[in-house]
């Protein structure tokens, strides 16, 4: 069987031919065994990182220490730049309550569970400067850009103007 030829640019047209045809169906249960089990044995795994993670953030959060759970340095993290930490990880930190520090979270994830010690919240006055200055003037331009095209939705709603495509489409080749 064959596909009609398709023209993908000018003076160039594709066509094809099916030399094999499989439907779709279930496979073999030998085939797909080892996956299925990688995959639960991957389930598992998270499920038992879970429980363990949860297991030492609480004796964490009760003030015990943790003989085998030890930190890496201290980072100083912002929403630009979150050194390593994966977007749940960060929104979990950003959500913390600060008054009393240090503060545990835990983060399920794609590679385990995780736990961040939080020891200081900062406000970053330098950024916060700059993006009071820097904001306000991308904020006018958006904000004008709207204007404008809402101003042009508007005259067309109110011509007739028919837009031919095939048109266009001839005029660009």
């Known amino acids: ?3 009609e ?11 094809a031919r099916i030399v094999d045809y499989k439907p779709a169906g279930q496979k073999p249960l030998d085939e797909v065994r080892a996956d299925i089990e990688k995959i639960l044995r991957q389930e598992q795994a998270a499920k038992l990182a879970a429980q363990e993670g949860e297991a030492r953030l609480a004796e964490l959060r009760q003030g015990h ?3 085998a759970l030890s ?11 979150a050194h390593g930490l994966s977007a749940q990880e960060l929104r979990e930190v950003f959500q913390t309550p600060v008054a009393n520090l240090p503060y545990y979270v835990g983060v399920p994830g794609d590679k385990g569970y995780s736990i961040v010690k939080i020891t200081k919240s900062m406000t970053p006055t330098e950024r916060v400067a700059d ?3 820097l904001v306000p003037p991308q ?16 005259l067309k709603a109110q011509a007739n103007i028919e837009t031919r495509n095939d048109l266009l489409e001839k005029a660009e080749r």
């Open 5 to 15: 030829a398709i023209e993908v640019s000018p003076s160039t047209m594709v066509a």
């Open 131 to 133: 993006m009071n200055r």
């Open 139 to 154: 904020l006018q331009r958006a904000n004008a850009f709207l204007l404008g095209a809402a101003y042009v939705d508007s």
């Open 65 to 67: 220490s943790v003989a």
């Open 71 to 81: 930190f890496g340095p201290a980072l100083t993290v912002d929403r630009q730049d």
């Open 1 to 3: 069987m064959n596909t």
